[in-house]
C-alpha cells in the first residue's frame, strides 16, 4: 500500500464548476500538506499549505484536512480553462524535509 | 514566494556524454536539495537529497556513480548525468525549502 494515495484520473469538468480533488494517506506522522499544480513540462507550483484539520481558503481554492480520516482535499471554485493541469498532493513529516507525493490528477477544465 | 532557478530547462546530448543541470535557490539559502525525476504521466520520484557541504544520500534505487552530486554552495546544487544513455531520458527537477518547497523549472533531457 502506498503511503499517499489519490486517483489519477483523468477528470474532466465543465468551466464554472466546483472541482474537487482528494489524497488519502496511512502515516499519521504526516503533519504538513500541501497542493502542487504542474503544467505539461513545468515544475509543480505551490498552491495551498496546511499543517492543521480544518479548511485553509486561498482566492478559488479550499484545502481541507481532516487528520482523524487522514483525508486532504482540494476544492476548486469556479473552475477556468487555466486550471487545466495536474495537481499534487504532498505531505511531510515534522522535522523532516522530504515529501512524499500523490501520483497526481490530471484535471482538464472544459470551456 | 521563494524562487528556485534550474537551468537548462531542455537539452539533448548524445549517448556516452555527460550532462550537468544546475539548480539555484535565487533568494534564500538551501542547506537542502532534493533532486526528482518525472516520466510522463507519473508523479515525481525522488532521486537524492543534497547537502551542502557533505556528500549527497540517495534513495534507493538510485547509481550514484550515474547521477553525481554537489552541493557546493548554499544556493546551487548540481546534478550531472554521467556517460548518459536514451533511458536516462526524462524530466528532473530539483526542489528546496523546507515543508513548503519550492520547484524549479524543470529540465527534460532527452539522450539520442
Known amino acids: 500500500q502506498k503511503e499517499v494515495e489519490q486517483d489519477p484520473g483523468p477528470l474532466s469538468v465543465p468551466e464554472g464548476a466546483i472541482v474537487s480533488l482528494n489524497c488519502t494517506y496511512s502515516?499519521?506522522?504526516?503533519?504538513?500538506f500541501m497542493w502542487y499544480r504542474q503544467y505539461s513540462r513545468k515544475g509543480p507550483e505551490l498552491l495551498m499549505y496546511?499543517?492543521?484539520?480544518g479548511n485553509k481558503e486561498d482566492g478559488r481554492f479550499t484545502a481541507q484536512v481532516d487528520k482523524s480520516s487522514k483525508y486532504i482535499s482540494l476544492f476548486i471554485r469556479d473552475s477556468q480553462p487555466s486550471d487545466s493541469a495536474t495537481y499534487l498532493c504532498?505531505?511531510?513529516?515534522?522535522?523532516?524535509?522530504?515529501?512524499?507525493f500523490g501520483t497526481g490528477t490530471r484535471l482538464t477544465i472544459i470551456p | 514566494g521563494a524562487v528556485v532557478s534550474q537551468h537548462p530547462s531542455w537539452v539533448i546530448c548524445k549517448s556516452g556524454t555527460s550532462v550537468k543541470i544546475e539548480c539555484r535557490s535565487l533568494d534564500f539559502q538551501a542547506t537542502t536539495m532534493f533532486w526528482y525525476r518525472q516520466f510522463p504521466k507519473q508523479s515525481l520520484m525522488l532521486m537524492a537529497t543534497s547537502n551542502e557541504g557533505s556528500k549527497a544520500t540517495y534513495e534507493q534505487g538510485v547509481e550514484k556513480d550515474k547521477f553525481l552530486i554537489n552541493h557546493a554552495s548554499l544556493t546551487l546544487s548540481t546534478l550531472t548525468v554521467t556517460s548518459a544513455h536514451p533511458e536516462d531520458s526524462s524530466f528532473y527537477i530539483c526542489?528546496?525549502?523546507?515543508?513548503?518547497?519550492?520547484f524549479g523549472q524543470g529540465t527534460r533531457l532527452t539522450v539520442v
Open positions: 502515516n499519521s506522522a504526516f503533519q504538513y
Open positions: 504532498a505531505m511531510i513529516t515534522a522535522g523532516n524535509e522530504k515529501l512524499t
Open positions: 526542489s528546496a525549502g523546507a515543508s513548503e518547497a519550492f
Open positions: 496546511t499543517y492543521s484539520s
